[in-house]
Structure formats: C-alpha cells, structure tokens
C-alpha cells in the first residue's frame, strides 16, 4: 500500500491540526494503520495506531487523552486529530501501514518493525 500524510503545520502551543494518512492500494481496510513521529536527534517513536477494523486503538502515553486516530474505509484514509498541542509534539509525523491481515497487538503496534509500508512525512512544529 502506498501512503501520502498530509496536515502538518505550524501552530501555537494549545492549538489543534488534524493529519490525514490517504492509502492507495486493496489491503488498507485489512490493514493496521499507524502514526509515528521522529523529532530532529530523536529516534522515531510511536504515536499511536488503529485495527482494521477500528475495533482497537492504542496511544503512547504522551499524547493520550490529547490525539484521537480514526478511520475511513471508504476513503481509505486514516486521521490523527491533534488537541492541546505542545512543544514537545514537534516532529515529523509518519503514517505506517502493516501486511495486510498481519495480527497486531499492544506489545506490537508500537515497534516500527511491525509496519511495512511508509508515508513520506509531514511536519508539525507547535511554538510556545
């Protein structure tokens, strides 16, 4: 599946964006769907993910009650809605899809080895 992130951007600490992951391709609805992010230094880390069938999500810790992830499987796109955004969200924002039909689960989701399929990256810069 090929993957292109959109809605990055430059905010104000406690704004909100929304990041769109479009998917091209068949396995996107039987496809666990993921976003990281890697700020400038720093490892690439896990934001957050969804199942296929969006039954399951899963949050780092450091974003939890602050982003939601969804899904659109008529669209074929998934989204990370990004609230009380803060400094520390600065990054390049990277949607990852995994093969399709491959089990994910919470000890899984959130290793980069996990997912086949990349996105090229969209930036989020939040200024204090």
């Known amino acids: 599946v090929q993957l292109q992130a959109s809605g990055g951007g430059s905010v104000q600490a406690g704004d909100s964006l929304r990041l769109s992951c479009a998917a091209s391709?068949?396995?996107?609805?039987?496809?666990?769907m993921g976003w990281f992010r890697q700020a400038p230094g720093k490892e690439r880390e896990f934001v957050s993910a969804?199942?296929?069938?969006?039954?399951?999500?899963y949050y780092a810790d450091s974003v939890k009650g602050r982003f939601t992830i969804t899904r659109d499987h008529a669209k074929n796109t998934v989204y990370l809605r990004m609230n009380s955004l803060e400094p520390e969200d600065t990054a390049v924002y990277y949607c990852?899809?995994?093969?399709?039909?491959?089990?994910?689960?919470?000890?899984?989701?959130?290793?980069?080895?996990?997912?086949?399929?990349w996105g090229q990256g969209t930036q989020v810069t939040v200024s204090s």
């Open positions: 969804i199942s296929w069938s969006a039954s399951s999500t």
């Open positions: 990852a899809a995994t093969t399709a039909g491959r089990l994910v689960g919470s000890t899984t989701v959130g290793s980069i080895w996990t997912y086949a399929d």
């Open positions: 391709g068949r396995t996107f609805s039987s496809s666990t």
